[in-house]
């Protein structure tokens, strides 16, 4: 992509309703605009961030070997009214009718709408386990929608449900969820711990929320700190094995890592030694429940069993925030400058700032590099405007993509190039091709 070709309105002021950073940077970016409260437009590059998160997502559940599926973001109150949750829910469900008069919803979460599906087309336990999922916009009407889209009312949650016929099933598609979670988490670049939460109004015995450790953050936390060395890195792991699935939940579940909804400081004081508790803030950036039977029982979701008697099935709903994400990653990774994207997430990864637009040999150099980036499978940002150096490396700090390449008149006259990393700030003067050499 040509900066002179894309849409990318960066803003050189601090834009004041920005209490934290991740929203600041991402207005400043020019990630994404409000169109009301809690509720957002998505700009370029905003938009390539979210679709790179989104993808990681759905092929760790593809991996997982769950289903994909997309259902509507408008559903109607009636199957609300049979799980009997239409009244229970609140004011966070943003309500409506249509011209008929029928009562309808925007969804905030879709259990019911994915129990319907079920009962409709599957009938045997023959047919489980099942799981599935679905990446879609959810509305939930916040009280204090706030922090940009950490904390908005429109966003976009991954949202899975699985199907299993006993108790045990269910724990290990649970067990499968939150090991394909340590995945996805980790791809982003992110570290977020499971800790023993509280269901809320989704109801359930067990349920694990992940947790991405920032100042911010609007859950309290209280750990031990051994959880933070804790590690999936890329083993190889068999989804099917109810061993292996299990044996990574008790790794990274046995110590004590709690939210403030069921921390117990005795308990705590208990299990932990001083040395090594750990109190803080962090972002839910994903939840997974076991919850049984209880909406496959009202809603009549079963299936013939081994036996030839008809049994509610066991299920379990899992989320992750995926618009919240974008926040999350930027909360855990930035400096005063600006963005530092992690390598896999970043909208682009190279981004080639041309110090002497019009140069022909400048102008050269950098058509090549850009060809020679394309090449290599990575895609580069080139700042091909007739702008100051200054502004040019201001805005490539601010958008954080990993690497700069730098070209200039002065540099090529001996052969080189500048290569800067954006974490580490370090630059080395190098050919073009070993640049790209390094990049590969
Ligand atoms: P919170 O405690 O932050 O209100 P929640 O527990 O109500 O979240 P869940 O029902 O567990 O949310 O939804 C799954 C995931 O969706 C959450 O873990 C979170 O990452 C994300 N999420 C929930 N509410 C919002 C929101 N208002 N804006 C952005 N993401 C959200
Ligand atoms: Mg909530
Ligand atoms: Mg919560
Ligand atoms: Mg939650």
Known sequence: MRLSRYFLPVLKENPAEAQIVSHRLMLRAGMIKQATAGIYSWLPLGFKVLRKIENIVHEEQIRAGHNPILMPVLQSADLWRESGRYDDYGKEMLRMQDRHGRDMLYTPTAEELVTDIFRAHVGSYKDLPMTLYQIQWKFRDEVRPRFGVMRGREFLMKDGYNFDLTKEDALHAYNRHLVSYLRTYERMGLQAIPMRADSGPIGGDDTHEFLVLAETGES?????SEITDLKFGDREIDYDSVDQCQSVLEEFTSRYARTDDTHEESVFHERVPEERRREGRGIEVGQIFYFGTKYSEPMGATVQGPDGKPVPVHMGSHGIGVSRLVGAIIEASHDDKGIIWPEGVTPFHVGIVNLKQGDEKADEACE??????????????????????GGKFATMDLIGLPWRITVGPRGLKNGVVELTSRRTGESEELPPEQAIAKLA
């Open 220 to 224: 309290g936390v209280f750990y031990d």
């Open 368 to 389: 090549a590099l850009y060809k020679s980036v394309e090449a290599l499978g990575l895609e580069p940002l080139y700042d091909d405007r007739d702008e100051r150096a």
